[in-house]
């Protein structure tokens, strides 16, 4: 089973950013947390991953409470092409496959 | 730089009849993961690949069976068909299987089983 829980689905306006919770409260010291998200009828994408800092790349931010018990996936400028399932997983660095919950559906509109 | 490739993009069988599935990772990637999608839900980790062996394996009966080739290519081997196998099945390759690197998945191939 999935160790993550997320809401199943959200709405953001264009333009506005897009905050994604996921809870992990059974979260190991040594597994990080990976964002995928997958847009319709594609394979999942990577989008971002971290331990216990903050992350930021050129698609997202991911900011982790102190307690990694949880974080929020931040998509700072949502636009169209943003709708998509987004999974938030955890997974040791040593040789584990990723296992899918059912993610978050996020549906931009304009 | 081509990506994660797969083939067929669509494939309809019969239950009970065979089918192989093929995947060519990214460039520079050595190893290969499959994973299946039913309708409405995320990936299930089917099996691992690495050095021509099988590394992991998830939930997935024996009918499920896959290979490595010695140029990192995969396939995947499903025999004695059920309609439940009808899914999305995704490659998705790495570098190494032990590296905090993403994996990177191709667009799938759709297998309908009536």
């Known amino acids: 089973d999935a160790k993550t829980t997320q809401p199943p689905s959200m709405d953001c306006a264009e333009g506005r950013a897009a905050n994604l919770p996921c809870n992990h409260s059974?979260?190991?010291?040594?597994?990080?947390v990976y964002w995928y998200r997958q847009i319709h009828s594609q394979g999942p994408q990577y989008i971002i991953h971290?331990?216990?800092n903050n992350e930021t790349n050129e698609m997202a931010s991911l900011i982790i409470t102190e307690d990694r018990k949880s974080s929020t996936l931040i998509l700072p400028h949502a636009t169209l092409r943003d709708t998509a399932v987004y999974y938030c997983i955890v997974r040791v660095v040593i040789g584990t496959a990723l296992i899918f919950g059912k993610g978050t559906t996020l549906s931009v509109s304009s | 730089d081509a990506g994660v490739t797969q083939s067929p993009t669509h494939l309809i069988k019969t239950r009970g009849q065979q089918v192989t599935l093929r995947c060519s990772p990214k460039s520079g990637h050595d190893t290969v993961s499959w994973y299946q999608q039913a309708l409405g839900q995320g990936p299930q980790f089917i099996f691992q690949y690495y050095e021509e062996e099988e590394r992991q394996r998830g939930n997935f009966p024996d009918r499920f069976s896959g290979h490595q080739f010695p140029n990192y290519s995969s396939e995947l081997n499903v025999n004695a068909l059920l309609l439940g196998d009808s899914a999305l099945y995704l490659c998705a390759s790495s570098p190494t299987p032990g590296a905090s690197y993403e994996q990177y998945f191709g667009p799938g191939t759709r297998l309908t089983v009536t």
């Open positions: 971290g331990l216990k």
């Open positions: 059974t979260i190991s010291g040594n597994e990080y």
